[in-house]
């Protein structure tokens, strides 16, 4: 019994460490691989009954148990394309099969990878070479993302980028810097308005503009009034009721606060917020906001004995501009740059976790999916909870370690030589056995 399990032991040695050659070489074969994940052998020894009384042993042997290591990350590497990515911490990109997509099926398989060279195909759909779909959220039009259920795909996409998409940006807030010139106040000015014009970009990046007018009161006789009425009036509105907004505006003279906006009366138009400074207009386009300072502040609508001068006008918006290039940002946001200098966001990249990466089932392209012992997916914002950044320009080095593993492959063939060198040993016993007889 003892001489025939130590044959058993021999042979299933053999397999095992078979079965360990096999992962080693699929490491070094894949150590140039972006994103392969090693592949690890352990050993477990079978242990059998034993009657100690007797003094006698019979080998149970091993078996060879082989597991991915999907939770070791890594190096990152720098390209030079930005749909390069890869992700630095926790968390996979959602993936799908550019095969099922192309094949239009409805129901589309759910995909995790920790890297991938992302390029757009005819239909400007993102996918690599070796066949995986990019998933995400759509932006809305104004460029958020609405709340989306986490622990489903159904609300995934595939991203997708015209090549040659054009977009503009609508004006929503200027800030308006003005100094008006307190001696126009006096009862002796001549009390000309001023005017002054302001372009912004209309909902269809046409170009539009705020016809503002400041009227100086000159009422008071006992000197400045410190008194502005003013006007503002749209290019985009029907010439004869274009008036979208009149207020009364009264400057401080005080020592402390000489100069800035003392009061504001809404004449008509839309409200004035005295703790942000806004007043909230309603142009052709929609709604717009108009900073103008707040009551004590030294930003805005300013008053005094200088010229009249514009010192700083700011908005939002820019006109219709050509797609120049495609990022995404560490936070998963996958942006559009266009020619005018817009940014627009036009998907969410969310992360996969689970809660046992290495129970994942590895399919072809270094790509994963969930299995029982892995767990179910959750889809994160890049940077939340358990998991990292997302890395443009990067791609994620393979784990093998080329030298740690040639040490495991010679490991390996002195182990097998010598599980066939009792294989060989046992043989020339149980022929002495058999001479027995003779």
Same mark, same amino acid.
């Given at each position: 019994m003892s001489m025939s399990s130590a044959l058993n032991a021999g042979v299933v040695g053999l397999a095992a460490n078979s079965t360990r050659l096999a992962t080693i070489s699929d490491n070094i074969a894949n150590s140039g691989t972006y994103g392969y994940k090693r592949m690890e052998t352990e050993f477990d020894a079978f242990v059998l009954n034993q009657n100690r009384a007797t003094g006698l042993y019979s080998a149970g042997g091993v078996r060879a148990s082989t597991y991915r290591e999907i939770d070791e990350d890594g190096a990152m590497v720098p390209t030079s394309h930005p749909l390069d990515i890869a992700i630095s911490g926790r968390g996979m990109l959602p993936v799908t099969s550019a095969v099922d997509l192309d094949n239009g099926f409805g129901q589309l398989p759910m995909m995790m990878t920790r890297t991938g060279s992302f390029r757009t195909d005819a239909e400007g759909v993102l996918r690599t070479d070796s066949g995986l779909v990019l998933l995400g959220w759509p932006a809305q039009s104004y460029g958020t993302v609405p709340i989306m259920p986490r622990d489903t795909m159904g609300t995934l996409e595939p991203v997708r980028i015209s090549a040659n998409q054009t977009a503009g940006d609508p004006t929503t807030r200027i800030g308006l810097g003005v100094n008006l010139p307190a001696a126009e106040t006096r009862?002796?000015?001549?009390?000309?308005?001023?005017? !002054?014009?302001? #372009?912004?970009?209309?909902?269809?990046?046409?170009? #539009?503009?705020?016809? *503002?007018?400041?009227?100086?009161?000159?009422?008071?006789?006992?000197?400045? $009034?410190? /008194?502005?009425?003013? #006007?503002?009036?749209? /290019? @985009?509105?029907?010439?004869?009721?274009? !008036?979208?907004?009149?207020?009364? *505006?009264?400057?401080?003279?005080?020592?402390?606060?000489?100069?800035?906006?003392?009061?504001?009366?809404?004449?008509?138009? %839309?409200?004035?917020?005295?703790?942000?400074?806004? &007043?909230?207009?309603?142009?052709?386009?929609?709604?717009m906001e108009i900073d103008i300072g707040t009551p004590g502040g030294?930003?805005?609508?300013?008053?005094?004995?200088?010229?009249?001068?514009?010192?700083?006008?700011?908005?939002?918006? /820019?006109?219709?501009?050509?797609?120049?290039?495609? #990022?995404?940002?560490?936070?998963?946001?996958?942006? @559009?740059?266009?020619?005018?200098?817009?940014?627009?966001? &036009?998907?969410? *990249?969310?992360? @996969?976790?689970?809660?046992?990466?290495?129970?994942?089932?590895?399919?072809?392209?270094?790509?994963?999916? *969930? $299995?029982?012992? /892995?767990?179910?997916?959750?889809?994160?914002?890049?940077?939340? %909870?358990?998991?990292?950044?997302v890395q443009g320009y990067a791609r994620e080095a393979s784990t093998t370690d080329v030298a740690e593993e040639l040490t495991h492959l010679i490991q390996t063939q002195r182990a097998y030589s010598s599980n066939a060198k009792i294989i060989q040993t046992v043989d020339e016993m149980l022929q002495e056995t058999t001479n027995i007889k003779r």
């Open positions: 009862p002796t000015a001549s009390g000309d308005p001023l005017a !002054l014009k302001v #372009e912004y970009f209309g909902n269809l990046g046409t170009s #539009e503009s705020l016809d *503002i007018t400041f009227i100086p009161d000159t009422s008071d006789p006992m000197g400045m $009034s410190n /008194s502005w009425t003013v #006007e503002i009036r749209d /290019s @985009a509105s029907d010439p004869m009721a274009n !008036l979208v907004g009149s207020y009364r *505006i009264d400057f401080d003279d005080s020592q402390t606060n000489g100069g800035s906006i003392a009061n504001v009366t809404v004449l008509s138009g %839309g409200t004035y917020d005295d703790t942000t400074g806004l &007043l909230e207009l309603n142009v052709a386009g929609g709604a030294v930003t805005g609508l300013r008053q005094l004995s200088d010229s009249f001068s514009p010192t700083n006008i700011s908005k939002n918006g /820019s006109p219709v501009g050509n797609l120049t290039t495609v #990022e995404v940002d560490q936070d998963g946001f996958l942006k @559009a740059t266009y020619d005018t200098g817009f940014v627009k966001t &036009l998907y969410q *990249i969310p992360l @996969a976790d689970v809660p046992n990466p290495n129970g994942l089932i590895s399919v072809n392209a270094q790509a994963f999916q *969930i $299995s029982p012992t /892995s767990g179910n997916f959750f889809l994160w914002n890049a940077g939340d %909870g358990p998991t990292g950044a």
